[in-house]
């Protein structure tokens, strides 16, 4: 699975638009970009995942450059809830990876009042 | 509510104790991941299921780890003769995706060696 790079710590106020980047420039073209948080003591969660297209539910959006080199995990309102580690992954879907996720160090996202 | 659910929440060992380690998935969850978490770090994969088979195991550290799913829901991780270094949060997801897209974590088993 493709290796991704993420900023290890973020900042933001509560209320503000948070923008999380990813870089994952060697993404193949069959690899889905995920977007998972783990907030202290709980199991990681999942937000959202896109292959090309821009995606959008009820927790997040995500952007994924033409290229599909690097990707945005947007949260529109951001609340002190959502400070987290942020986990941008690249998986295969299907074949021998089925779908296991690699994690990185994330990126850790502090809302601040 | 009806998520992954694992049990125990922790467990203390002494060195050299085996221990089995519990996961309920979401029902009807064809995929079941296992990873294994070290204080500071993301969680690393250790093995996956689909159904009752056992179709990757590349990331189990040794033979002292063995992990089952007998009629394809519950599953159980099993660590014999325990040494410190297993010390670490145990964590299973599941997925309704035979391609394991949106897993849904438990939160986890903290496993302490003594």
């Known amino acids: 699975d493709a290796k991704t790079t993420q900023p290890t710590s973020m900042d933001c106020a509560e209320g503000r638009a948070a923008n999380l980047p990813c870089n994952h420039s060697?993404?193949?073209?069959?690899?889905?970009v995920y977007w998972y948080r783990q907030i202290h003591s709980q199991g990681p969660q999942y937000i959202i995942h896109?292959?090309?297209n821009n995606e959008t539910n009820e927790m997040a959006s995500l952007i994924i450059t033409e290229d599909r080199k690097s990707s945005t995990l947007i949260l529109p309102h951001a609340t002190l809830r959502d400070t987290a580690v942020y986990y941008c992954?690249?998986?295969?879907?299907?074949?021998?990876?089925?779908?296991?996720?690699?994690f990185g160090q994330g990126t850790i996202l502090t809302v601040h009042p | 509510g009806a998520g992954v659910s694992q049990s125990p929440r922790y467990k203390v060992a002494k060195r050299g104790q085996d221990v089995a380690l519990r996961c309920d998935p979401i029902?009807?969850?064809?995929?079941l991941f296992w990873y294994q978490q070290a204080l500071g770090q993301g969680p690393e994969f250790l093995t996956y299921?689909?159904?009752?088979?056992?179709?990757?195991k590349s990331g189990l550290p040794s033979d002292r780890f063995f992990a089952e799913r007998p009629e394809g829901s519950v599953s159980t991780l099993k660590i014999q003769r325990t040494q410190q270094e297993d010390s670490a949060v145990y964590l299973c997801?599941?997925?309704?995706?035979?391609?394991?897209?949106?897993?849904?974590f438990g939160d986890g088993t903290r496993l302490s060696i003594l």
């Open positions: 299921f689909q159904n009752e088979a056992q179709l990757d």
């Open positions: 997801a599941s997925s309704s995706s035979p391609s394991g897209r949106a897993q849904h």
């Open positions: 896109g292959l090309k």
């Open positions: 029902s009807g969850h064809v995929s």
């Open positions: 992954i690249v998986s295969g879907a299907g074949g021998t990876s089925y779908g296991k996720l690699t």
């Open positions: 060697t993404i193949s073209g069959n690899e889905y």
